[in-house]
């Protein structure tokens, strides 16, 4: 059940996390699964799920997120750190934010329920890039009811639009075809290769002349139809 233990702390060096799931932690307020007083962190191709509250809690240090999932927790970031969160996804949380500071790339935010921020929107320093927000009801106000997330979406490269996963309430966090995150993510920031190890994709819309690296908003690539594989498998 959430809450069946406390955190993993962090208080110096390096923690790597790499294919990793966190899971039912969080069960002290202001603490995180992952809580750091100092050290680095980087979280790629992960979750944390079913947090009682915080899923990430960052009092000093630095902590670097990529391909990553944080959902079903009360709060995904109280995190007073400024490093980057690039290419995930944030899924089914009372609160996406609280400390201000946080620079989000390419990522997706949905069923996010009581606020984006705690204290502001975004007023705090945390900033957003071709990012995507989503709740079926309507956007939010802050805590403060100040602003929402239409402020930000429009520039920057962020927009508003269901995302269009496969099936979120089972974990299944890829994009489908005709999602307004296809070819949406700065293709400058993204990770070489998506969740699955999919190559963030080079596409060619003009006989041989590419026409960018147009990666894709969230934790996935989609494969157009046309991709053809160089491996030719013949059943005997």
């Given amino acids: ?22 899971l039912y932690s969080s069960k002290n307020q202001t603490t995180g699964a ?35 999932v944080i959902r079903d927790c009360l709060l ?3 995190h007073w750190a400024k490093d980057p969160i690039v290419n995930s996804v944030i899924y089914d949380c009372g609160r996406l934010t ?3 500071g946080q620079h989000f790339v390419n990522c997706i935010f949905s069923c996010i329920t009581e606020t984006w921020e705690a204290f502001g929107f975004p007023q705090n320093g945390t900033t957003y890039d071709n990012c ?16 929402d997330a239409m402020t930000v979406c429009g ?22 075809e005709g999602s307004p995150c296809v070819d949406a993510a700065d293709s400058t920031i993204a990770p070489e290769f998506d969740y ?7 596409v060619t ?22 991709v053809t594989s160089d491996i030719d498998l013949v059943p005997q």
């Avoid at 059940?1 to 406390?6: E, M, N, S």
């Avoid at 007083?37 to 902590?63: L, P």
């Avoid at 995507?132 to 602003?147: D, M, P, R, V, Y």
Wanted: with cysteine; proline share 4%; aromatic share 10%.
């Fill in 98 to 100: 609280q400390g201000g």
């Fill in 155 to 176: 520039k920057n490269g962020n927009i508003w639009g269901d995302p269009l996963f496969v099936d979120p309430d089972n974990g299944d966090f890829r994009i489908q």
């Fill in 196 to 202: 699955y190890g999919q190559p963030r994709i080079t």
């Fill in 76 to 78: 995904a970031f109280r």
């Fill in 205 to 226: 819309e003009q006989g041989t002349n590419t026409v960018g690296q147009l990666a894709d908003i969230g934790i996935c690539e989609v494969m157009p139809r046309n």
């Fill in 34 to 68: 992952i809580n750091m007083n100092g050290g680095t962190v980087a979280f790629n191709n992960s979750e944390i799920a079913h947090g009682m509250y915080d899923a990430v809690g960052v009092e000093s240090g630095h902590f670097y997120m990529t391909n990553s």
């Fill in 1 to 22: 059940q959430p809450g069946d233990w406390v955190k993993i702390g962090i208080n110096g060096g390096t923690a790597n996390f790499e294919f990793t799931s966190i």
């Fill in 132 to 147: 995507c927000f989503w709740n079926e009801g309507g956007s939010i106000l802050t805590a403060e009811g100040k602003q």
